[in-house]
Structures are given as structure tokens and as C-alpha cells.
């Protein structure tokens, strides 16, 4: 039987969530995983600015972290033996991607998966598990690599998991790293609503591919401003009103400059 120890987390009533794979009389004997711990482990792990690691994709590709630099990625680690927690994430962010690629550009952010049972979790098992999760798509890698490096990455982006009788308990946990390399933000659990990633999301977005100055800059700035979740149907929308709202201010301030630059002529 899995149970999920769930714990509410500051900023915005985030679930921590500890996935475990172990049976009811294994769980009764083993010591409970300290939720609060893992919490403040992840939560410690913000900010932190992160190193290069190797990769081999699903490919069997070479792929380092500093590669994916120059726009966000997406982090997530699994192992493939997990046919419930971990396999529900993976589907669950596969919907999530594909809306906030609907709303901010096909390759705006790139999603990085890592298989951390080393032993099990190799190239061709990371492969099958994307393909049978609905998960290929572009963009999108599912990486392996051995377990000094799985090490030192759970390490940096506050990642908790140990062994357990049945698999391993772990923090169910989706880290966003900036084009630097930076991590930005950390959302929990299996089935997040989809604005806790989108929305940090454009704003990386916005922040770093905005060309400034100019007018194709400023048509994509008011794109990813103006777009908006929509519970109902699942999507981002564009909300134009506050396009409307901004033009009508903008008038308005004019307005009152002319009559100032009027006023001040009559006196002169």
C-alpha cells in the first residue's frame, strides 16, 4: 500500500509530499521520513546557484545541464519502478507543459526528467517510461547518470529520496531553474494546479527573452501579460482588457498633459 505524508508549505499552501513504496507492516517498522526536514531541505536549495552535470538522454545523447542554459528548465526526478507517484507526476506534467507551451511559445522552457535509481534507470528504461507516459515530445529530455552525480544534484536542488524496502521514499517535488542556472522555485506534488509552474514560468520568460526597445519586444510583453488561466478549460487565454485598461490610461494621461501644456501657454 503507498501512503503520501502530506504537510501544509508556505507560499501559497504548497503540499509537500513524501511518496513512499513501502507495504503497511514495512511502514509500521521503518522510521517515519521527516516531512518538515525534506520541506526545509528543498525550500534551503532557492537561490542556489547550480553546477554542471552529465547526462546521457534517452537517446543514449550526451547532455550536460549547461547545455539547457538561456531559457528555464524544468527539473524533475523520478525513478521508473514507480508506477504510481511518480508516473502520475510525469503525466501530470506532461498536460501542465503542453498548456504553458500553448501560452508562451513552443520552446520558451525546456524539461529535464533524471531517472535517479541509477542502477535500474538507465537510457533505453527512461526512453520507454517517456513513451509510455504520452511524454515525447521536443524539448523534453529523459536523462540518466550515475549515482555520484545523482548525489551531488539531489544535494542542490534540495532533493530528498532514500531507500526503502519496496522502491524509496521520496519528496514529490518540481524544481524550476532560471536560463543562468539558478534555482528559482520549488512546487510540490503529484497533481499542482497548473498556474503554480506556468505562472513563474512567464515570468522568466518574460524577464530574460523580452527585446526591449523595440516593437516586437513590446508585442510579446503584452502577449505574456495579458495571458491568463482559465480553470474551466484547462488553457491560458488572452485577457485584452488589460490592454483596453492600459491604452485608456494612457489616453487619459495624455489628456491631462495637453491641458497642462495648455494652461501653461495661456499664462505665459
Known amino acids: 500500500m503507498r501512503r503520501h505524508l502530506r504537510r501544509p508549505a508556505p507560499h501559497g499552501g504548497l503540499l ?3 511518496a513512499c513504496t513501502v507495504t503497511a507492516g514495512a511502514l509500521a517498522q521503518a522510521p517515519a521520513p521527516d516531512d518538515a526536514a525534506a520541506l526545509a531541505t528543498s525550500q534551503a536549495a532557492i537561490s542556489r546557484q547550480l553546477d554542471d552535470y552529465p547526462f546521457v538522454d534517452q537517446r543514449g545523447q550526451a547532455l550536460r545541464l549547461s547545455s539547457l542554459r538561456g531559457k528555464p528548465v524544468v527539473l524533475s526526478l523520478v525513478y521508473t519502478s514507480c508506477f504510481q507517484v511518480c508516473s502520475g507526476l510525469t503525466v501530470h506534467l506532461r498536460d501542465v507543459t503542453k498548456v504553458a507551451r500553448r501560452a508562451l511559445g513552443a520552446d520558451s522552457f525546456t524539461v529535464l526528467t533524471v531517472g535517479f535509481d541509477t542502477p535500474n534507470d538507465t537510457p533505453e528504461r527512461m526512453r520507454l517510461y517517456a513513451r509510455e507516459r ?21 544535494r542542490d536542488v534540495g532533493f530528498t529520496y532514500r531507500h526503502s524496502p519496496k522502491g524509496f521514499d521520496h519528496i514529490t517535488q518540481t524544481t524550476v531553474i532560471n536560463g543562468a542556472g539558478r534555482v528559482m522555485l520549488q512546487v510540490y506534488g503529484q497533481d499542482f494546479n497548473p498556474p503554480s509552474l506556468v505562472e513563474p514560468l512567464k515570468r522568466l520568460v518574460r524577464g530574460q527573452e523580452i527585446e526591449r526597445g523595440t516593437f516586437a519586444g513590446l508585442v510579446r510583453s ?9 480553470p474551466a478549460s484547462g488553457r491560458y487565454r488572452f485577457d485584452y482588457s488589460i490592454v483596453a485598461d492600459a491604452i485608456a490610461g494612457i489616453l487619459a494621461l495624455g489628456m491631462v498633459a495637453i491641458v497642462i501644456a495648455v494652461s501653461w501657454r495661456n499664462v505665459r
Do not use: Q
Open 16 to 18: 509537500l509530499i513524501l
Open 222 to 230: 503584452v502577449k505574456l501579460f495579458c495571458t491568463i488561466y482559465d
Open 134 to 154: 504520452g511524454a515525447e515530445m521536443p524539448g523534453w529530455y529523459f536523462a540518466s547518470t550515475d549515482a555520484a552525480t545523482i548525489e551531488r544534484l539531489a
